[in-house]
């Protein structure tokens, strides 16, 4: 039996967004898999029964893409999204017991978050607004965008400056039309109505100047319409309120500070009458709002479950609402939560780990078993993890994998595979590229260096500066890498020093570039979506000005800083060959970031080779075509079978 190739993308299946009905008997679920010859994904409702006594049921078609199933309150009813019939995903209800699926929306723009009324009268839901120039289809005939804001576009999602989110309620017997009930030059998101149906919270950055002071705060708006009210005072970041049962409190994440990334994201609830914030989270010394998002926190009667990441894992945790208690583990593990849900006493989870795509669970039961078939034929490698200690004594988290078929005797060509954020980190959980990687006949090393998430605050932090807070990035985070290397040739007789590669993407594809222009010990490189240059970055990327951040200034302050933390300035050192990938409608690491880097190693002939993937943007990788994401991996194992021979 042989392990993962490229082509096995295809026979890729999950579950995801798991909702418990309003009695707790059933679960509903999204079924995720690949038509190769459409070249896209399917999705699917499923639904199941949360006690495991029956298989799970395809509940809707899945012929193209539903998602986001939502109980009624009563359980009568299932709400979600479906692109059936349309361009963009809109709002549908379909009966319990099944039968026709009834459409409420038909809105130029795609359903984004929405959540029933508690009375089960209506939706209350988000959803981009068009300018009215998006009238005019000739391209050539539009009107020009006239920008005056940052924060005007958005990767995988396009130009947002003439297109922001609003939130609006619409009937649940689709005997109305829409009716939008904020506006404004704002991004409105995470509606929430409450219990008794007066007003529905959302998260925004309302403030005059929200695109260069952008702290986010819970409002509060009629659910009529009206002019919001902010709930919170503006020190930091809050998203995903979620009201009490009683309707006193509201549930939200919240990270503090202003330009002061990373920081931890906390649970936080607000009281309804005060404002008066509590943080109930603090004592974990973790990150409690996991990105990507797992979704809201959870009211389990007067509890809040949320998901935490811990050293390369993702757990669910419960902590009282009222802040009288500390936080306690509910599902630990070698495992990354990517969803769960509660009602009626019954929670309910998706989880992922190292030998298998994520499926849903009742506790131990599991519960769907999607991937079986992909499993089933194919040979998944488990990751070993190995303590490394850095040069100032710092123990850093690192796994590594063999190839399938592994022969103790030999000797393999290993990779480092870099993570990208950098607040993210790899760990416990399905990652085809590994499984990728160590099938066509390489050692592959995965590690947690400084700035991941998933440890302390101040192991996230560390990478800050170069201006304030800490040496910034590249220095201690690449000490931990090459520690990494170090310590798998030390301990691992099989990795094969004169045949090392490295590669990552985002910031992996930063530290990739970095390495290559500082050591010489790697035979080959792939540098994926790559930060190249900070400077220009800056006034590229859709998150540009947040770079400050962790810099400590901005770039017009101290261009000397960012220029100190560019590969790009020791590009003329790089004689490792290298692989430039990116993609052309990338918005967070611009194309041009790749463009910079080809250029001059081109004009120094160098071995360098740039390939663009075009209709991608950064996530390639991960959501990118079926057809891009197998040709990805072919392109970069030629490459790397080109300079490190694994056969």
Not at 24 to 31: D, F, K, Q
């Amino acid at each position: 039996m042989t392990g993962m190739v490229p082509q096995d993308v295809y026979e890729l299946a999950s579950a995801s967004d798991p909702r418990v009905a309003p009695d707790g008997s059933t679960v509903a679920v999204v079924a995720t898999t690949v038509d190769r010859d459409a070249n896209d994904y399917r999705s699917a409702i499923w639904l199941v029964p949360a006690d495991g006594s029956q298989s799970p049921r395809r509940f809707t078609s899945g012929a193209k893409h539903d998602s986001s199933p939502r109980w009624s309150p009563d359980g009568g009813a299932l709400a979600f999204t479906s692109d059936r019939g349309a361009d963009t995903k809109q709002l549908y209800v379909i009966p319990a017991s099944g039968g026709e699926a009834r459409r409420l929306t038909d809105l130029d723009e795609g359903i984004d978050e929405f959540e029933w009324s508690a009375d089960g009268g209506g939706l209350v839901f988000s959803c981009r607004v068009r300018h009215e120039d998006y009238g005019e289809t000739d391209d050539k005939k539009r009107n020009p965008r006239r920008i005056t804001r940052l924060w005007y576009k958005l990767d995988n999602v396009g130009w947002t400056a003439d297109r922001r989110v609003h939130i609006f309620t619409v009937p649940a017997n689709g005997s109305a039309e829409p009716a939008q009930i904020t506006d404004g030059d704002f991004e409105d998101s995470g509606p929430a109505p409450a219990p008794d149906g007066s007003k529905v919270a959302f998260a925004s950055a309302r403030q005059d100047d929200w695109d260069i002071e952008p702290y986010t705060d819970i409002y509060l708006v009629d659910a009529s319409g009206g002019t919001p009210r902010p709930l919170t005072g503006g020190d930091g970041t809050h998203d995903s309120p979620v009201w009490s049962p009683d309707g006193s409190k509201i549930a939200c994440y919240y990270s503090p500070g202003v330009w002061d990334e990373p920081r931890h994201g906390q649970v936080a609830v607000i009281d309804v009458g005060s404002g008066e914030r509590t943080l109930l989270t603090t004592a974990l010394d973790r990150n409690c709002a996991p990105y990507p998002s797992i979704g809201k926190p959870v009211w389990d009667g007067d509890d809040l479950l949320f998901g935490v990441e811990d050293r390369g894992n993702t757990h669910l945790y419960c902590v009282p609402g009222d802040g009288s208690g500390k936080p306690e583990p509910v599902i630990e593990g070698e495992l990354n939560l990517t969803g769960f849900h509660a009602a009626a006493g019954t929670i309910v989870h998706c989880a992922t780990v190292p030998t298998m795509p994520a499926e849903l669970f009742a506790g131990k039961t599991q519960l769907t078993d999607l991937s079986k078939d992909f499993r089933g034929g194919r040979e998944l490698v488990e990751p070993e993890r190995f303590p490394v200690i850095s040069d100032d004594g710092s123990e850093v988290e690192a796994w590594i994998l063999r190839p399938p078929d592994f022969e103790p005797s030999r000797r393999y060509p290993t990779l480092l595979n870099i993570h990208g954020g950098p607040f993210a980190q790899y760990g416990n959980r399905f990652f085809d590229e590994s499984q990728v990687y160590a099938a066509a006949g390489y050692v592959v090393l995965l590690s947690n260096p400084r700035g991941s998430s998933g440890y302390s605050e101040p192991w996230a932090r560390a990478i800050k500066g170069p201006v304030a807070d800490g040496p910034g990035m590249g220095t201690v985070d690449y000490q931990d890498c090459m520690a990494v290397v170090d310590a798998a040739a030390r301990r691992f007789d099989f990795v094969d020093e004169d045949r090392l590669g490295v590669l990552g993407g985002s910031y992996g594809g930063f530290m990739t570039t970095w390495i290559v222009g500082r050591s010489k010990r790697f035979k080959a490189a792939c540098s994926e979506r790559a930060v190249n240059d900070w400077g220009s970055m800056n006034g590229s990327s859709d998150l540009g000005p947040s770079f400050a951040s962790y810099v400590g200034a901005y770039l017009f302050e101290n261009r000397a800083a960012y220029a100190q933390i560019s590969p790009i300035m020791s590009a003329h050192e790089i004689t490792t060959p290298l692989l430039i990938m990116h993609s052309e409608n990338d918005f967070r690491c611009d194309v041009e970031q790749a463009e910079q880097l080809f250029s001059i190693l081109r004009t120094l002939k160098r071995e360098v080779e740039l390939v663009r993937f075009p209709a991608e943007g950064h996530e390639l990788s991960r959501a990118g075509s079926p057809y891009h994401r197998v040709k990805r991996f072919e392109i970069i194992l030629e490459w790397f079978n080109r300079y490190l021979s694994p056969a």
